[in-house]
């Protein structure tokens, strides 16, 4: 990385900004994980000079990357930072932009163009660009992180693809899912392929379900007005969940290259059997917690779900029959992210317990956040008795096997690999049109006549009891398998 880069964020004055983009570079730059030569360039509407910038943007480093602040080091990093202020629709703004970042670049430079706007400026921003010649890869490469939400259904999704592809090839295009960034999210990959004992499990033979659960206990606030329009099935559901269970359930990809890994996920998210009209009312649950319709900027009579829980099926040969069970929504009683493999229970039991209802079956927990770890549940003798057993817990915590190695931001591993040019962690095309393609089917399931009814929940809850329903319905339950030990 020793090309002078350029990363220009459009959307300077917003919240990701001061939270996550500049604290993220912040610390990629005490980590010596910048080119050697960088500038980082904000342009939004606001009148701010480059000094109130860097006074802006070093009270949200100071207070979103707290532990990591240091004064010197801040001096030297804002040295980099300017701003240009400019409304996206104005093209002498991005005439202004382009001779400012030549005249700073001084000699041929990459750049990477960060649009962390409203999704209705992404295609604006890259017309804008392609006009000023901005895009052109003469001189170095340009790339593109688009920031999420990528479409709102399949059509408009496609359209966005489309259009995008009208100015930038695909692998000039770094869509943002924050999930991926997670260390625990792509501990995924490396505990199912760098580890022989599960992979031979991982399968219709040996697994009963899975449950992917994302729960947040903070409920819409501020964000009430983009929330009313999205709901929990845009705003959890259609990325974060759809790649989870793409990490989950897809086949081996034959090397850690981009491609080799997205050709993968796209595969798998493509054979999810759509949600048809007669399961509709059984495979998916959705609620609104009480009090949603108070918040301001919720419309008066929002039928917007904050909570949905679906049972969908993955038509190939490994899945064939394994229900997968998913659930995420806001106000509920805790923030947690999990993965849970249920295993089968054993085919026959040899010692003497009262009813087959106490077998108890395996599982494996991957924690994903806040108690990043693994557990793996069995069943172990009670000592001092003939055959008394009682599950126990064989865990990993990232806490305390890697102690001292703080887990970093999502934002920060995702800068750092969009400015490397590894887009492993970005979704590309044909993997979004696939997880909408899916989620359309809910959709228009829930506008049809066969859709469930809306269901409501406590705050503080674990959502509606239609949501246990649709496990217990089959003799199974939503387990909690990574609360604190
Ligand atoms: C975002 C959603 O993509 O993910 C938010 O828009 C949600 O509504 C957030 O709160 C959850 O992310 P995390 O990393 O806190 O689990």
Redesign the pocket.
Known sequence: MTKPTSIVIFGASGDLTTRKLIPGLYNLYCKKRLPNTFIIMGLSRGAWTDEQFRSEMKKGTKKFSSSTFLEEKWQDFQSHLFYTEGLFDDAQAFERLNGRLATLEASPANRLYYLSVAPRFFLMIVEQLAQQVMLSEQEGWRRVVVE??FGHDLASARALNHDLHQHLSEHQIYRI???LA?ETVQNILVFRFANTIYEPLWNRNYIDHVQIT?V?S?D?GH?AG??DQ?GVLK??FQ??LMQLTALVAMEPPASFDADAVRNEKAKVLKSIQPMMPDTIGTHSVRAQYEGYLDAEGVADQSSTPTYAALQLHIDNWRWQGVPFYLRSG?ALKT?A?EIIVQFKRPPHMMFPIDNDVSIRSNYLALCI?PHEGIHLRFEAKVPDTDADMRPVDMEFHYDDEFEGLAIPE?YERLLSEAIEGDATLFTRSDGIEAAWTYIDTVLQGWASAYAPPMDSYTKGSWGPSSSDLLLTKNGRFWRHGCAEH
């Open positions: 999420k939400p899912d924050h999930y997670k994302a947040e903070v819409v964000r983009y929330y999205a705003d959890m990325n974060h806001k923030k992210t956040q999502a």
